[in-house]
């Protein structure tokens, strides 16, 4: 793309168009370096958009319950952002994204964007690309974006670095219990929603969570609070609306919002900077090939003095190419 | 080779098999089986032999009996075709209620003896001809039916006390159902004489057509006040037909199609039973509604498993206590899916044999598929040839001289007895998942059947299911004769638009204000809303009208689809 | 633009019809075939699928019409997608589509369309075909 064309297509997202954010969205997923060059520009100006992150175990109904806070937000004339994860297949590299469909009333609405990501191989709830397009959705002056995954493996912990409030969204008589759910669960939720809540079930449910926090004595701060709703009815999704605005209006009073955002900042440019060095070494520097042919080589090798040859390896290629002036592209 | 319980399905243990059998079963094991699956059009296997040790525990007496006697195996009455052959009732509707009731005519002056209603996609979903969402959609699926002028147009003619009449409407089903009758009350004649039936399944568009408007609850109302009204009102009228036939069509295996269909009509019959409604008052009126697909055997099986099923709940489970309460009557539809594009006259040859299935299972009425179905509604030729297919197995055929004549066969029965089981197990799992409608909330009957549905596709892709035209002996058909297609032209559309908007002209509004009123209210309380509907009918209010006061009423439903 | 990234594809049935087997066998089998399937739902109108299309930045839009109403509904899409700036974005799908109607449809800029006997695996590699071409034709550009 052209220098002329990228201004063009940053000024279209300012102002809101929804092909300029769809493609620039999608060079953010297919790692264009287009895209990172467009991010040195913009970056300034995000910040805006409060970012919400939506994950539990599948059944629990979230995005019913993101179509209803949504409408409830548009109701108040804020503008919004919803980004989808689901996970790629690992066998044949497809996805079905089928939540967007589950918003349909959502859809409607010219006031919402909703993007539907796949996860692309990548192992946790979101996609590598999920920072970027919430990025875009900020840039065209959101000013709540929610992102839903389903929380299994790790995601609860991607989804929240990449937000900055976590609602871990649960049901009654899911049938795990929440010593059954990974620990990454508990420590991330910032808010927990029981949806669902006119089933069966409800109190074991809070009482298990609350058996929970006991458990790791966490003092009454610290403890998230538990707020129920039944999504499909509209109960329940005034008070979490508000509770979740209350909470993020506290946290960027207390500074504590910007602690979160600059602790997820390093966290990204951790994983931009690792992604980057995986690539290099295996990819660039070809040692990925190298491995492979000192593997065929037979012999009882160790895996020590192997990862030795690949870092002697790289080090040296490195260094040369310091001394000729050339410079690793990330 | 199996030997097995007919009552459970367990392998008989130690089960001795005779010398001849054992003999058999060698001669059998030397000569190489041909390359095919042996499946039936489920997946389900089929085994190469059965025989009278197979089903030698059964109870004879009680698991199959006679017909007319409980439970029904045999049949729902005792003289079945012998005193009256199945109904031939021919699924029609295109274009405008001019043009349908000329086909009507055709139909009944060729032998039909009764007939069957096909609503245009803006009728079934409860939008009038002229609405922005009806553009390119009026008369194509069927006739287009928005408000009592075009129900009188559509019977001009037709003596409504003398032909009973089926209507495929769902969702207005109500509605529409008092379009009917105040139009034959305006003929002369009197409800108790009109005889006929309406879809009115809700549960199953939730399931697999998709024609759903309001959410589940109020729609399982206005089921329950159209049986009430019926059982009051309308005697003859069979104000619901429980449907497999679209549950198969989307894709379900033949015992997900008897299981699931039983299931939402027990779902109907415990609605009825809230409401306080005797079960001998309602229930002689349900009707089902079964497809009859490929597999040959399997599908009669399934019909004669469902009038077992169905009686033993009906009596053990319901508390029913006549007979007319306890059987199953139900209409058979040739399967739509499982006619090809390709080499289109195979068509013909598959509705024969699914047709013959059907009577040998003991429909009580039957539609035949046209040929030419899998291109457009059927052209007069082509609709003749297929009820000619149902009078030649009536006359020339001989089956229908004696009754279900394959009761006894080793196989069949056998059969029967495995699609009862299956269904008894889905029975248990939509009872753990906490009934029907939850079921239905929670994607389980939609998931079951897109996956029975994308599996039969990979059967068919990779060449194991084979179909004649599509995957086995292709042709090239390019230079075929084309055969000639029913063509809706738009002008239809433009035709029906403009009589309506003469019609709100000439109406009384203040008379349509007031009806409509009256419905929004009887909707807010418990009020049985036929009265209103008919009203409203009679004051030419239309039925997009009618439809956006229970719009507001109700709510609107959209599903969460799963794969 | 790298060809070898996920191929998107919104499967919709746009009307009144809501029979889904095909659209439903349709998305399972593409997510087979390694796309990314963005399933837009039923009772859908021309303009929320054009929406559905440039918000998602689908390459693909598959239609699903059995009611006999495509030769109002895909021109309608095909323009609004043009009006969009989304010209660029294959339209195809299947139903109850005769010949003649199909090729009548072409001229229009509609892609190939696949009636009933279609093969998922031929409705896959058109797919594939078509869209590994338009992205090389827009990489050369």
Request: negative net charge; proline residues 3%.
């Given at each position: 793309m052209t220098v002329v064309a990228e201004s063009d297509l940053l000024e279209r997202v300012l102002a809101g168009e929804a092909r300029a954010c769809a493609r620039l969205m999608t060079l953010a997923e297919r790692g264009d370096p287009a895209f990172a060059r467009a991010h040195r520009r913009f970056a300034g100006r995000l910040g805006q958009a409060l970012r919400i992150g939506l994950t539990g175990p599948p059944g629990a109904g979230k995005s019913t319950l993101v179509e209803g806070l949504a409408r409830h937000w548009r109701q108040a004339g804020r503008r919004l952002g919803v980004v989808a994860v689901d996970p790629t297949s690992p066998f044949t590299g497809g996805a079905l994204l089928g939540?967007?469909?589950?918003?349909?009333?959502?859809?409607?609405?010219?006031g919402v964007f909703i993007r539907?990501?796949?996860?692309?191989?990548?192992?946790?709830?979101?996609?590598?690309?999920?920072?970027?397009?919430?990025?875009?959705?900020?840039?065209?002056?959101?000013?709540?974006?929610?992102?839903?995954?389903?929380?299994?493996?790790?995601?609860?912990?991607?989804?929240a670095c990449s937000t900055d409030l976590t609602l871990v969204v649960l049901h009654p008589g899911g049938g795990d219990t929440i010593q059954a759910m990974k620990a990454g669960l508990m420590e991330v939720a910032d808010l927990y929603v029981i949806n669902k809540a006119d089933m069966p079930g409800l109190e074991r449910l809070v009482q298990e969570l609350l058996d929970v926090m006991d458990l790791r004595d966490l003092p009454p701060e610290r403890r998230?609070?538990?707020?129920?709703?039944?999504?499909?009815?509209?109960?329940?999704?005034?008070?979490?609306?508000?509770?979740?605005?209350?909470?993020?209006?506290?946290?960027?009073?207390?500074?504590?919002?910007?602690?979160?955002?600059?602790?997820?900042?390093?966290?990204?440019?951790?994983?931009?900077?690792?992604?980057?060095?995986?690539?290099?070494?295996?990819?660039?520097?070809?040692?990925?090939?190298?491995?492979?042919?000192?593997?065929?080589?037979?012999?009882?090798?160790?895996?020590?003095?192997?990862?030795?040859?690949?870092?002697?390896?790289?080090?040296?290629?490195?260094?040369?190419?310091?001394?000729?002036?050339?410079?690793?592209?990330? | 080779m199996r030997a097995v319980d007919p009552s459970t399905g367990?392998?008989?243990?130690?089960?001795?098999?005779?010398?001849?059998?054992?003999?058999?079963?060698?001669?059998?094991?030397?000569?190489?089986?041909r390359d095919a699956p042996f499946e039936t059009v489920s997946c389900e296997s089929v085994p190469a032999l059965v025989t009278a040790e197979d089903v030698a525990g059964m109870d004879m007496a009680a698991e199959i009996g006679l017909p007319g006697q409980f439970p029904f195996t045999r049949g729902p009455y005792a003289s079945m075709y012998r005193s009256r052959l199945w109904t031939m009732r021919q699924f029609a509707g295109f274009g405008t209620a001019a043009d349908t009731?000329?086909?009507?005519?055709?139909?009944?002056?060729?032998?039909?003896?009764?007939?069957?209603?096909?609503?245009?996609?803006?009728?079934?979903?409860?939008?009038?001809?002229?609405?922005?969402?009806?553009?390119?959609?009026?008369?194509?699926?069927?006739v287009a039916i928005s408000s009592l002028r075009d129900m009188e147009t559509l019977f001009d003619g037709i003596p409504?006390?003398?032909?009973?009449?089926?209507?495929?409407?769902?969702?207005?089903?109500?509605?529409?159902?008092?379009?009917?009758?105040?139009?034959?009350?305006?003929?002369?004649?009197?409800?108790?004489?009109?005889?006929?039936?309406?879809?009115?399944?809700?549960?199953?568009?939730?399931?697999?057509?998709?024609?759903?408007?309001?959410?589940?609850?109020?729609?399982?109302?206005?089921?329950?006040?159209?049986?009430?009204?019926?059982?009051?009102h309308v005697p003859r009228w069979h104000p619901v037909s429980i449907s497999g036939y679209h549950i198969r069509e989307a894709g379900s295996t033949a015992v997900q199609e008897l299981a699931f269909t039983l299931a939402d009509g027990f779902a109907y019959v415990e609605a009825c039973l809230e409401r306080g409604l005797d079960i001998d008052a309602f229930a002689p009126r349900l009707s089902h509604f079964f497809n009859s697909h490929l597999d040959f055997f399997e599908e009669i099986a399934k019909y004669r498993a469902a009038r077992r099923i169905y009686a033993r709940r009906m009596r053990d489970k319901y508390g029913a206590r006549q007979a007319r309460s306890m059987t199953l009557r139900f209409h058979t539809q040739t399967a739509g899916c499982s006619l090809t594009a390709q080499q289109p006259y195979n068509n013909l040859i598959r509705t024969t044999w699914e047709a013959l299935a059907g009577v040998l299972g003991g429909t009580q009425s039957l539609h035949t598929n046209s040929m030419d179905e899998t291109y457009a509604l059927p052209t007069e030729r082509a609709v003749k040839l297929a009820l000619r297919t149902q009078q030649l197995i009536a006359y020339e055929s001989g089956v229908a001289n004696t009754i279900d004549p394959l009761?006894?066969?080793?196989?069949?029965?056998?059969?029967?007895?495995?699609?009862?089981?299956g269904a008894e197990e889905i029975f248990r799992q939509i009872d753990e998942l906490g009934g029907v409608i939850p079921a239905i909330e929670k994607g389980w009957f939609q998931q079951q059947i897109a996956r029975s549905a994308y599996q039969y596709q990979r059967?068919?892709?990779?060449?194991?299911?084979?179909?004649?035209?599509?995957?086995?002996?292709?042709?090239?058909?390019?230079?075929?004769?084309?055969?000639?297609?029913?063509?809706?032209?738009?002008?239809?559309?433009?035709?029906?638009?403009?009589?309506?908007?003469?019609?709100?002209?000439?109406?009384?509004?203040?008379?349509?204000?007031?009806?409509?009123?009256?419905?929004?209210?009887?909707?807010?309380?418990?009020?049985?809303?036929?009265?209103?509907?008919?009203?409203?009918?009679?004051?030419?209010?239309?039925?997009?009208?009618?439809?956006?006061?229970?719009?507001?009423s109700f709510g609107t439903w959209r599903e969460s689809p799963s794969f | 633009m790298s060809i070898d990234q996920p191929i998107r594809v919104l499967v919709v049935k746009p009307g009144l019809d809501g029979h889904d087997r095909g659209a439903k066998v349709v998305a399972a089998a593409l997510r087979d075939a390694g796309m990314e399937v963005i399933y837009g739902g039923l009772h859908q109108t021309p303009e929320a699928i054009v929406e559905m299309a440039v918000q998602e930045d689908v390459d693909v839009v598959g239609l699903s019409i059995l009611s006999g109403a495509h030769m109002t509904i895909f021109p309608r899409v095909k323009q609004l997608l043009d009006a969009a700036g989304a010209e660029d974005v294959l339209l195809t799908g299947g139903g109850i589509i005769s010949s003649e109607d199909m090729a009548a449809l072409a001229a229009r800029g509609v892609g190939r369309l696949f009636g009933p006997g279609s093969r998922l695996s031929d409705l896959a590699d058109y797919i594939r075909t078509e869209i590994t071409r338009r992205r090389a034709t827009t990489r050369s550009a």
């Open positions: 939540d967007r469909v589950r918003m349909s009333r959502l859809a409607l609405d010219q539907s990501m796949a996860t692309r191989g990548v192992f946790g709830g979101l996609a590598r690309a999920t920072d970027d397009v919430v990025d875009v959705l900020d840039l065209s002056r959101r000013d709540l974006v929610l992102v839903e995954t389903v929380g299994v493996g790790q995601s609860e912990v991607d989804v998230p609070p538990i707020l129920t709703t039944v999504a499909s009815t509209g109960q329940g999704l005034q008070e979490l609306a508000r509770v979740v605005d209350e909470t993020l209006l506290a946290r960027r009073a207390s500074g504590a919002l910007a602690v979160r955002r600059s602790d997820n900042l390093e966290r990204r440019v951790r994983r931009l900077v690792e992604g980057s060095l995986r690539r290099d070494v295996w990819e660039t520097r070809r040692l990925s090939d190298h491995l492979h042919q000192r593997l065929a080589g037979g012999g009882t090798l160790s895996a020590y003095d192997l990862a030795d040859d690949v870092l002697h390896l790289y080090r040296d290629a490195a260094r040369d190419d310091a001394r000729t002036g050339l410079e690793g592209t990330p | 367990a392998p008989r243990t130690g089960a001795s098999r005779s010398p001849s059998f054992l003999a058999w079963q060698e001669a059998f094991g030397a000569t190489p089986e009731n000329a086909r009507y005519k055709y139909l009944l002056a060729r032998g039909q003896d009764g007939l069957s209603v096909a609503f245009d996609l803006p009728t079934l979903m409860g939008y009038d001809s002229d609405h922005a969402h009806s553009e390119g959609e009026v008369g194509r699926c069927g409504m006390a003398e032909v009973t009449t089926s209507m495929t409407i769902n969702s207005p089903a109500a509605i529409i159902w008092a379009m009917y009758l105040v139009t034959a009350q305006k003929q002369g004649c009197r409800l108790d004489q009109l005889g006929g039936t309406i879809q009115n399944d809700i549960l199953k568009e939730y399931i697999a057509q998709k024609e759903f408007i309001f959410p589940p609850a109020p729609s399982m109302r206005l089921v329950v006040d159209t049986i009430e009204y019926a059982s009051q009761a006894g066969s080793w196989f069949v029965e056998d059969l029967t007895n495995r699609m009862e089981r059967e068919v892709e990779s060449g194991r299911q084979k179909i004649i035209g599509v995957n086995h002996h292709v042709e090239d058909e390019s230079g075929d004769e084309r055969i000639e297609l029913l063509e809706i032209g738009i002008e239809k559309e433009h035709g029906q638009v403009a009589a309506l908007q003469a019609l709100k002209r000439e109406r009384s509004a203040a008379k349509v204000a007031a009806a409509l009123e009256r419905i929004r209210r009887d909707a807010a309380s418990s009020t049985n809303l036929m009265p209103a509907f008919m009203e409203a009918s009679a004051a030419y209010a239309t039925l997009g009208e009618m439809v956006d006061v229970l719009r507001q | -």
